[in-house]
């Protein structure tokens, strides 16, 4: 081999440091021979997608933040997950978000309980980069997004068969004061980007939970439970039942984990996953480090999910037996 | 030494585990030369207050929970703290609170961005106890109080001098677009409270920011970030600038250097105002565990704090050096 040769493949190493990013879109009980071929293939599709959006802004030298922004984008626009437009109803039918993000530099933003706005993602980036606070729920949050001039959306375009079909089943089980909480939809979507220059953003987005009642907030826009990052350690985010991600500050205690205790990323990811099984909580969680290593650990029957690293992996998964 | 008095003395210690509470009022710019003998005074005697509200419950045998709500009950029913009654003033010159309990056994409740409630930690306990959530907020919240029966206030109740003084002041430095963030009032209340049955309970509740908008939510009402309370390793309450505390999951790395990093309370209390420090963020902690060490910390001039132990240790404080 020529020197020259050699010269290239040292420099392109040197310049071009590993970079992508992990994704996931909801975990639950979803199964094989529930779900059609055109019903995968779309599922399948949606998270390409989305891993497109991020990768390419990656791929050419973008931040960790706007890759992980537009890859949330994605998936809050597509009506397949339960995040911006296909988000679940609440008790009375509206749909109502929670979302956050947060740097490998320690910025976060956050929003909670917010309606009608097109990309709740955009709100909580708004929040991080230009409010001192990390966290505006409610009436307030909404009044920020509109002095923003963020987009907004009427009910309509929110509304999805699958999902109003959702409530009504919920409502039929509550009125029945069933126990099985199977009834229970939820659903989240969350990504973590690393960029060529080294840094990591985290990021999470969901409707909450099907049929629910004076404004619940979940994990998803809690720092440290549904989403956590940090340079040092990992970018985190999780989905499934947050309240248990909440109690037990699950995104936050992967880091802790791998900084305290000297876990590696898999290790921690499923240490994590395991200590929410013992508390009969359910969920996954994704993550991803400055080093483009990736892990994500489940202990539902499924959870969309996929990942596209600088060195070639590109994978989509969605039940628990993929591998 | 008689045979009997021995058995008594090894009865006592067996029928007695250690008991105890540690709580906060807030921390902040609270300067010896500065306050008034009266005001001094008028806090001590309000600080122990708090602590005979819980202590006596936990002499009886009370539970943790029990002594933790009724210290903080005694704190949001005071007009010296910003928490209830005490509450500093938002932009719209209204209050809004902020609430959250954990118990040792990993339960959790809280309430955000709701007003009126007399008692917003009597809301994050019912929260807790009596519904399938961890956190509701702002008018789904206030709702679920309403429907509980919790006891309402008007706005006049909450109205006292100071904090009305304070937003007018506020109001002058934001449109001066002043960088100096001292007229920002922020404060909590705060308890960890460890009962005779060898459990702990933490609880914080706040009025937020003076000035604050757009439904800002802090630090106490989120779980691993203000508030976190575990048997094996601590309960821990926070105090100060709630978006540091929340970027850096302040109450559950406390937790987390304990268990994954042995270190020894006041150690890890103390580790993480170093870290809040490094980040340029100011506050307070106090924590206790179930061995009746309790232990604070702080980098601003002042924390209204104290701490009653069954052994017989009863301390009030106010200034940084006091020890």
Known sequence: MSVCLWVCLFSFWVNDPPFGLIIHGGAGTIERHKMSADLDAEYRRALKTALAAGYEILQKGGSCEAAAIATIKSMEDSPLFNAGRGAVFTNNGKNEFDASIMLGTGEAGACAGVRN??????????????????????????????????????????????????????????KEQSHDNKWRKFGTVGVVALDKQGHMAAATSTGGL???????????????????????????????????????????????????????????????IRKLSDKKGSG???????????????????????????????????YGDEH
């Open 117 to 174: 706005i097109k990309n709740p993602i955009l709100l909580a980036q708004a929040v991080m980069n230009s409010t001192p606070h990390v966290m505006l729920a409610g009436d307030g949050a909404v009044a920020y997004a509109r002095e923003l001039g963020l987009e907004f959306e009427t009910d309509s375009y929110f509304f999805t068969e699958k999902r109003w079909k959702q409530l009504k089943k919920a409502k039929v089980k509550e």
């Open 210 to 272: 099907t049929n629910k009642q004076f404004g619940r907030i979940g994990d998803s826009p809690i720092i440290g439970a549904g989403t956590y990052c940090d340079n040092e350690t990992c970018g985190v985010s999780g989905t499934g039942q947050g309240e248990f991600f909440m109690r037990s500050v699950v995104a936050y205690d992967v880091a802790a984990l791998i900084k305290y205790k000297g876990m590696r990323l898999q290790e921690a990811v499923d240490e994590a």
């Open 284 to 318: 996954g969680l994704i993550a991803m480090n400055t080093k483009a290593e990736i892990a994500f650990s489940m202990n539902t029957k499924g959870m969309y999910r996929g990942y596209r690293i600088s060195d070639g992996r590109h994978v989509v998964q969605i």
